[in-house]
């Protein structure tokens, strides 16, 4: 696998922006749905956010270099 430019800047810049996320929400990822199933139901602004993050991933996927 030959090696990607910027590669370090690419996973420090998406690492930062992940872990922002999982401060923001004070909650891993996995868990979420637990919240969501105990009754917390703010926890579904951060499901609908990643959600919604994936997707306009999805969109522009093809324009981004990989």
Do not use: D, E
């Not at 590669?7 to 996320?21: A, E, V």
């Not at 929400?25 to 926890?43: D, E």
């Amino acid at each position: 696998i030959p090696p990607k430019r910027l590669s370090i800047w690419r996973y420090l810049l998406g690492g930062i922006i992940f872990g922002f996320g999982w401060a923001l929400t004070g909650a891993c990822p996995g868990p979420m749905f637990i919240l969501a199933g105990n009754g917390v139901f703010v926890i579904f602004v951060a499901i609908a956010s990643g959600l919604l993050g994936t997707y306009a991933y999805g969109k522009i996927r093809h324009k981004l270099p990989h």
